[in-house]
């Protein structure tokens, strides 16, 4: 993906090119790297779904909202978001990450969408960031419900579909990409009673189960 595309999926063009350039810059690739506006990013997001749950559940107690928080900010829920972005083609990586795999690593992967929403608000200001979370954290928000934060995807998918009554999803490997230090898997989550089949992918068959059940619950939220 050009850095075009991706500002495209985010809705948000970057005033301060450079300044995006050092979001996507890995601290393999040279200096200025990401990390310092990755350390602003996490504060940001954490502002921002902070505030985004204290107004969708007024009734709930400090403790609670700090689950759901935590459920939404940690490396897994930032890797499903940056892979949802297709941000592993836009970073710039040395070689040795290029070659083990990089673009895909959750690790990288969540840093570099820190980096991104830390480079957002220093560019246009805590509103624009905020409207840019938000918006990608919409459907993932709408679904949530009290002691359900700390659910992953394969558990809310069998659950919605459970509660309207239907046949559980089936998940089948796609195939796998890469050498086997640095494999991806591509797994596919089929609902047939709907007509819905999403594609996910990761470092682990199981990673990749999770992405794909994250984007079957959005294809049902759109619906």
Same mark, same amino acid.
């Given at each position: 993906?050009?850095?075009?595309? @991706? =500002?495209?999926?985010?809705?948000?063009?970057?005033?301060?090119?450079? /300044?995006? =350039?050092?979001?996507?810059?890995? $601290?393999?690739?040279?200096?200025?790297?990401?990390?310092?506006?990755?350390?602003?990013?996490? #504060?940001?997001?954490?502002?921002?779904?902070? $505030?985004?749950?204290?107004? +969708?559940?007024p009734e709930l107690p400090e403790g609670d909202l700090s689950r759901l928080r935590a459920s939404l900010v940690r490396q897994d829920s930032l890797h499903q978001q940056a892979l949802a972005l297709s941000l592993g083609e836009s970073l710039r990586l040395g070689e040795g990450e290029q070659k083990s795999g990089g673009q895909q690593r959750p690790s990288? %992967?969540?840093?570099? @969408?820190?980096?991104?929403?830390?480079? %957002?608000?220093?560019?246009?200001?805590?509103?624009?960031?905020?409207?840019?979370?938000?918006?990608?954290?919409?459907?993932?928000?709408?679904?949530?419900?009290?002691?359900?934060?700390?659910?992953? #995807?394969?558990?809310?998918?069998?659950?919605? &579909?459970? !509660?309207? +009554? &239907?046949? /559980?999803? =089936?998940?089948? %490997?796609?195939?796998?990409? !890469?050498?086997?230090?640095? =494999?991806?898997?591509?797994?596919?989550?089929?609902?047939?009673? &709907?007509?819905?089949?999403?594609?996910?992918? !990761?470092?682990?068959?199981?990673?990749?189960?999770?992405?794909? #059940?994250?984007?079957?619950?959005?294809?049902?939220?759109?619906?």
């Amino acid at each position: 993906m050009t850095v075009a595309r @991706l =500002q495209r999926a985010l809705g948000y063009v970057f005033r301060d090119q450079e /300044l995006l =350039q050092t979001a996507l810059t890995h $601290r393999s690739y040279c200096s200025p790297h990401n990390e310092r506006l990755e350390f602003i990013g996490d #504060a940001i997001l954490n502002a921002v779904i902070a $505030r985004s749950l204290f107004t +969708r559940f007024p009734e709930l107690p400090e403790g609670d909202l700090s689950r759901l928080r935590a459920s939404l900010v940690r490396q897994d829920s930032l890797h499903q978001q940056a892979l949802a972005l297709s941000l592993g083609e836009s970073l710039r990586l040395g070689e040795g990450e290029q070659k083990s795999g990089g673009q895909q690593r959750p690790s990288i %992967l969540a840093d570099a @969408l820190e980096a991104l929403f830390g480079a %957002l608000w220093l560019d246009a200001g805590f509103d624009a960031a905020s409207e840019v979370i938000v918006r990608r954290y919409d459907s993932v928000l709408g679904r949530l419900t009290p002691g359900q934060g700390e659910k992953d #995807a394969k558990t809310r998918l069998q659950e919605h &579909l459970q !509660g309207i +009554r &239907l046949a /559980l999803p =089936q998940y089948r %490997l796609a195939g796998t990409e !890469g050498e086997a230090h640095a =494999q991806q898997f591509r797994v596919a989550c089929i609902i047939d009673s &709907l007509g819905i089949r999403t594609e996910g992918r !990761g470092a682990s068959r199981r990673a990749a189960e999770q992405m794909a #059940a994250e984007r079957a619950l959005a294809a049902l939220d759109s619906r």
